[in-house]
């Protein structure tokens, strides 16, 4: 049972540190501390104490304080186990110490190679990240702040009124004292700013990188059509400044771009393709069906009609006769027919 008389280390008014870092104890009551390759001091804190003693588990062997219970942890390999006790009169009161070596240097990068302040009021904010709860410390009397859980931290600072810009050097320090190669973070006041506006006519959205910038800065544009339309050009409403590949470069003054859409021409309908038909094999013709033999019908008798005379056909001269030859005849027949009156009348007599 510990006496009353010294609470134990855990409690208020107790602390074990290393080198200025507080030691952490586990879920089982056993205090934590890491070493790098500096020097490393354990300094105890026990408020109702008349003497503190840090003695190694290894070996007994105690550790040399220096009248002001800091003990100096020795070199060793691989992991040192402590026990510190706590002593007033008869009564002891202890907790252990688990010392590891740690010799790997946190890593710091910063998260730009220029920040710039504010231009009228001069704050600024320096970001980073490096190891997990390390120290960053920076500046000339070594000012600190500690990387959060994620790696990040933030350092906050102020030009002076006419102070155009500042350089901070930083190093981060993990718990074991490792430190960390040294950055240095460049801080200049923000020049004067030019806003930039970009429009559209109304067929699509279009915007740029930055709303402001100082002059000389390089500007990004984008624009997407809306269904139906295509990007057609940048139009400079105002500032002077060319465009080519979708940027250019910030005027000493206001820029204001214009974005072009364009209705898609409609599309071209294609002809129709012929599909063609697939071959098929001819149908044969159907074979012709015998019919039933029959006897011959017989051809009717033709009846005799009665004997006439025929009617001799005119037969036409094969060629015109000349008009002589045909008038001959005729006279001939007018001397036959009056010989036949003359003999008739020699009858009579």
Known sequence: MKPASIPSF????????RNGKDCTPDENGVYHAYVGGSSNSLAVTCVEAESI??????TDAPLTSDGANTFAIPDFTGTLMLRVNGVKGKDVTGVFLLVSRDTTAPVLTLS????YADRAA?????????DAGSEVLYGENNESVYAAGDGSFAIQGTLEERQDGDALYIRAQDSA?????????????????YAVTVTTNGNGTASADLAAAAAGTNISLSATPNTGYHFKEWQVVSGGVTIENDKFTMPDGNVEIKAIFEKDAAPVTPAPT???????????APAATAKPESSPALAPT???KPDSSPTPALTAPATKLPVWWVALPIVGGVALAGVFVMRKKKRRR
């Open 10 to 17: 855990s409690d208020t008014g107790r602390n074990l540190s």
């Open 122 to 130: 001069g704050s600024y904010q320096i970001t980073g990240t490096a």
């Open 302 to 304: 033709a009846t005799a």
């Open 112 to 115: 730009a190679p220029i920040f």
């Open 177 to 193: 004292g490792n430190l960390s190669a040294r950055q240095l973070a460049l801080v200049a006041r923000q020049a004067e700013t």
């Open 274 to 284: 012929a599909t063609p038909k697939p071959e098929s094999s001819p149908t044969p």
């Open 53 to 58: 003693t840090v003695t190694r588990m290894d």
